[in-house]
């Protein structure tokens, strides 16, 4: 099992930067492959990024291409995506999610584990 619990949301203009944590209880963290999905109001699910459990990213999503970035300290069991350059259109609820295999999933049908959510707010 895997508890998994993010933090850093808020609320930013237009080009600003935020950074997100994703804190995991639980064993193994180490074995996993972190995600990070977001909802807008009215909208479904999609997948942002994507860090294997070596610590590679594995994919990236065009929306968020050369803005976005993610990483991991599993000494802290945490994983961590940084936001850059935001626009309005980044405005939604993100999530990081955990599954465990030899390749990083982009689709969260695959995903095991799931946080609760941050809202993250871009203003214009």
């Known amino acids: 099992q895997v508890q998994l619990v993010e933090s850093g949301g808020g609320s930013v203009q237009t080009g600003g930067s935020l950074r997100l944590s994703c804190a995991a209880s639980?064993?193994?963290?180490?074995?996993?492959?972190v995600g990070w999905f977001r909802q807008a109001p009215g909208k479904e699910r999609e997948f942002v990024i994507v860090?294997?459990?070596?610590?590679?990213?594995?994919y990236v999503a065009d929306s968020v291409k050369g803005r976005f970035s993610v990483s991991r300290d599993n000494g802290k069991n945490t994983v961590y995506l940084q936001m850059n350059s935001l626009k309005p259109e980044d405005t939604a609820v993100y999530y990081c999610?955990?599954?465990?295999?030899?390749?990083?999933?982009?689709?969260?049908?695959?995903?095991?584990?799931w946080g609760q959510g941050t809202q993250v707010t871009v203003s214009s």
């Open positions: 639980g064993r193994a963290f180490s074995t996993y492959n």
């Open positions: 860090i294997s459990w070596s610590g590679g990213t594995a």
């Open positions: 999610a955990a599954h465990q295999s030899l390749r990083a999933e982009s689709d969260g049908t695959r995903y095991d584990y």
